[in-house]
């Protein structure tokens, strides 16, 4: 009964200090904890000459070095506003922006959530995503974007940085992504005939869809292709899979299977995430690839088509577009979001030239280009 008695009391005394006032000491640090981690991830003004645009591993014009007081400063920015940035902030120009600081081990960037000396209301603080994120991030293709065909021969790869093959360059200046379900996880059928040969030149088909982009893209690539399908060398990748590469190779030149007199195709990322990015790095032809009719697939060629019926190729560079005339280029002006004929050449119009001999007029709304279907719809062309 004592015993009984004297624990009944302990309890009682042990709830009674559990009654008592808690200092405060604890609440004051998280709230201090709290202060500095909303301070660290403030925006702050930040100014400068533009000394170098950048491309991330997908293609995209999403980065720019600042010459600032304090020094060159790296900034990131959301692709989307790589075209307002082009136009009003080019190399050798000021900017005026508003940043948020991140770091990770011994490097660090700033993150553009604002443009302008005037702070924004209300901006996001996620970091801005890389290439390698989207080119492994799901597809945006456009709801009434019909299946189409990509080919041509290979001559980039681009990797992330485990060496997961993320996507493939085309010489056609396409972009294809290469599905997650067909990337080999190891290395153990690196150098037999069970993967895909990833050399120069090698054939590449790829069935899916022109990628939605949005208006304010710039994109060293004419197409990115979201993959459903894919054929290298003649033979189903679903069948053989695509090889993971040992990290930071900058060449595949050994390992795989050889094709006679074969070269090795160019890895973009094993240097990291960025490069440099100028408007001769964008030039290729202006292409489309859609279904038009049930023979499938077609590719089209853009052309700028005089009054008298010739045609001169069109080409982009960057945001500019140029008709190559006899090795001389007309630029087609940008004016108040819409591709105009050149100055020299009046009356001329851009148009779609199918390879089935269908030709398609041609349109462009807020410095984005589309081909004008018979069925009353615009096909995206994205440069």
């Known amino acids: 009964m004592h015993k009984s008695r004297m624990f009944n009391w302990k309890n009682v005394g042990i709830a009674a200090l559990l009654l008592l006032p808690m200092p405060f000491v604890p609440a004051l640090t998280q709230t201090a904890t709290a202060d500095a981690r909303a301070a660290k991830t403030a925006p702050v003004l930040i100014s400068g000459t533009v000394k170098q645009y950048f491309t991330n591993r997908a293609g995209y014009v999403s980065a720019l070095s600042l010459d600032t007081s ?5 900034v990131h920015f959301a692709p989307s506003w790589a075209k307002r940035l082009l136009a009003n902030n080019p190399v050798g120009k000021t900017l005026d922006g ?17 443009i302008g ?26 709801k009434k974007g019909t299946p189409g065909k990509v080919q041509g021969k290979l001559k980039k790869i681009v990797v992330n940085g485990k060496g997961e093959v993320l996507a493939l360059v085309l010489d056609n200046g396409a ?3 290469v599905p997650r379900t067909v990337r080999n996880e190891e290395l153990g059928a690196y150098g ?19 990628e939605w982009q949005a208006s304010g893209d710039v994109s060293i690539y004419n197409q990115h292709f979201s993959t459903t399908g894919l054929s290298i060398n003649g033979k189903t990748v679903s069948a053989i899979g695509v090889p993971r590469f040992p990290v930071n190779q900058n060449f595949l030149t050994d390992g795989n299977i050889n094709l006679i007199d074969a070269s ?3 890895i973009v990322g094993a240097d990291g995430e960025y490069a440099p990015f100028g408007n001769n790095a964008a030039a290729a032809p202006v292409k489309s690839t859609f279904t038009g009719s049930p023979r499938g697939a077609h590719i089209g060629h853009g052309m700028l088509q005089t009054t008298d019926g010739k045609y001169y190729e069109a080409v982009h560079q960057g945001i500019r577009i140029f008709a190559v ?4 280029a007309q630029e087609l002006p940008l004016v108040d979001g819409q591709y105009v004929a050149p100055v020299s050449m009046p009356g ?16 462009s709304d807020d410095g984005k280009l589309y081909v004008d279907l018979p069925d009353g719809n615009k096909s995206p062309v994205n440069l």
């Open 70 to 74: 304090s020094g060159i400063q790296m």
């Open 98 to 114: 508003w940043v948020i600081t991140h770091r990770e081990g011994e490097w660090s960037w700033n993150d553009l959530v604002s």
């Open 117 to 142: 000396k005037d702070p924004a209301a209300r901006v996001l603080n996620e970091k801005i995503p890389t290439g390698a994120q989207q080119l492994d991030d799901q597809s945006w293709v456009w």
């Open 175 to 177: 972009l294809v992504r």
């Open 192 to 210: 037999t005939d069970a993967i895909a040969p990833l050399f120069k030149d090698v054939e590449v088909t790829a069935w899916g869809t022109p």
């Open 264 to 266: 090795p195709a160019e």
């Open 325 to 328: 005339i006899h090795n001389d």
């Open 348 to 363: 001329t119009r851009l148009v779609m030239v199918m390879d089935d001999g269908r030709q398609f007029e041609m349109s």
